[in-house]
């Protein structure tokens, strides 16, 4: 389900879906790579950045989740307009010494965030020659969030690695088709192909012609849904 709603504060287009209990998830689709999520009366935000969105007039959230430390990902300000006494503050290490705070995570790492959800910290990484610079293996993450059995895949700033064959049973992935900085559309086709998400949607995409990842996955079995991003 799309609501248009508009582009004003908390009023972006959003999709909805449900767990496994019938529960609502509802997904945000704000800019570029920010997003937000919301779940049994509690909002998650990811990558929140000022530039995208006026956070002063958002609720405030209860888990910020932060994949690496690019100023297009990683905004000071925009964390703390979000942040209330008990905000949960999820974050990789850089980002953690720019910032001076947050609960770091590393790939590999599991938590408990509340009851029936769990994340997990995945790698996210450049493997084309010359552009390992921009996102180097072991520094970022990409989250799995498992919310009452729906498991939400973020992919952060990566190109198509092959620790994407790990993923399982991924009901959402966001992957940003953003070359040379992510994929490329080819790129992310393969990636998608890795794990055969439900539901695809490509984010991080600037001027790509993302079109093409929607003809290249016809008949995949993956429902590829073209969001405004940019």
């Known amino acids: 389900m799309l609501i248009s709603l508009g582009t004003s ?10 767990t496994k209990s019938g529960k609502k998830i509802v997904i945000t689709f704000i800019k570029h790579g920010t997003l937000g999520l919301r779940y049994d009366n ?35 300000k925009a964390i703390d307009a979000l942040t209330k006494n008990n905000t949960q503050l999820i974050i990789n290490g850089s980002s953690a010494e720019k910032i001076g705070k947050g609960e ?24 084309t020659p010359g552009r390992e610079k921009f996102h180097p293996r072991h520094r970022d993450n990409g ?4 919310i009452d059995g729906f498991r939400i895949y973020i992919a952060g700033d ?3 690695i092959p620790e994407m064959k790990n993923l399982k049973n991924i009901d959402v992935a966001f ?3 953003n070359q040379p900085y992510t994929m490329t559309v080819e790129q992310a086709v393969h990636a998608a192909r890795m794990f ?32 405004q991003m940019q």
């Not at 504060?9 to 449900?18: H, I, L, S, V």
């Open 9 to 18: 504060a908390a009023t972006f287009d959003k999709d909805t879906f449900r």
């Open 42 to 76: 509690k909002t998650y935000e990811i990558d929140p950045v000022s530039m995208y969105a006026d956070y002063t007039k958002f609720p405030k959230a209860d888990y910020i989740l932060v994949t690496h430390e690019h100023a297009d990902h990683l905004d000071a």
């Open 104 to 127: 770091v995570m590393k790939n590999g790492d599991t938590r408990k965030l509340a009851d029936k959800v769990t994340i997990e910290a995945v790698p996210a990484y450049n493997t």
């Open 143 to 146: 989250y799995v969030l498992t």
């Open 158 to 160: 990566t190109e198509d």
């Open 175 to 177: 992957l940003p088709v």
């Open 196 to 227: 055969s998400p439900k539901v695809l949607y490509p984010y991080h995409y600037g001027d790509t012609k993302i079109e093409g990842l929607k003809d290249a996955l016809k008949g995949s079995g993956i429902d590829v849904r073209i969001r």
